[in-house]
């Protein structure tokens, strides 16, 4: 861990869905959804840390309403905790008619973000102000999603030793 603080800005990135990202159902695919949400969760990570940034880890996502084809999808990024070489950014998604105009919330995720240096070891991260006390409830939430991967990985290490 660095002893610099640079504060998180959120990044916002726009996809239309095309008829070839639709399921039988004719609604967007999830594994597509959570692949743009991936993609804008490691952007926003490498942009705030200046760093290659990969993931580690994806928390549980619920989708509410389905994405149609023709609507526009929004992803919003924000990192909301940071540890020493990793950290967590927060994922949201909403879907907008483009002729109503009608803008709906689907789903958010957690993403842990790994910084690896030239090596492909972990690096150093700076940490983030967390000032708010929605940036306070934030730094928790992803706390316990990042103790609760630790914890994953410690009893899936286990095992392999068994």
């Given at each position: 861990?660095?002893?610099?603080?640079r504060?998180?800005?959120?990044?916002?990135?726009?996809?239309?869905?095309?008829?070839?990202?639709?399921?039988?159902?004719?609604?967007?695919f999830?594994?597509r959804?959570?692949?743009?949400?991936d993609?804008?969760?490691?952007?926003?990570?490498?942009?705030?840390?200046?760093?290659?940034m990969?993931?580690?880890?994806?928390?549980?996502?619920?989708?509410?309403?389905?994405i149609?084809?023709?609507?526009m999808?929004e992803?919003?990024g924000?990192?909301?905790?940071?540890?020493?070489?990793s950290?967590?950014?927060?994922?949201?998604?909403?879907s907008?008619?483009?002729v109503?105009?009608?803008r709906?919330?689907?789903?958010?995720?957690?993403f842990?973000?790994?910084?690896?240096?030239?090596d492909?070891?972990?690096?150093?991260?700076?940490?983030?102000?967390?000032?708010?006390d929605?940036?306070?409830?934030?730094?928790?939430?992803a706390?316990?999603?990042?103790q609760?991967?630790?914890?994953?990985?410690?009893?899936?290490?286990?095992?392999?030793?068994?």
């Open positions: 861990m660095t002893n610099e603080i504060p998180a800005v959120q990044l916002t990135m726009y996809e239309l869905v095309f008829p070839s990202d639709l399921n039988a159902h004719q609604t967007m999830g594994g959804v959570v692949a743009l949400m993609k804008c969760a490691g952007l926003c990570a490498s942009r705030w840390a200046r760093s290659v990969v993931t580690a880890s994806i928390d549980a996502i619920q989708f509410g309403v389905p149609k084809q023709g609507q999808v992803l919003s924000d990192v909301v905790f940071v540890g020493n070489t950290c967590v950014v927060k994922t949201v998604v909403h907008q008619d483009l109503s105009g009608t709906r919330y689907c789903c958010q995720g957690y842990t973000r790994v910084a690896i240096d030239s492909g070891k972990p690096a150093a991260l700076p940490q983030i102000p967390v000032e708010s929605t940036a306070r409830r934030e730094w928790q939430t706390r316990s999603i990042k609760a991967l630790l914890e994953r990985r410690r009893q899936t290490e286990e095992h392999e030793t068994v």
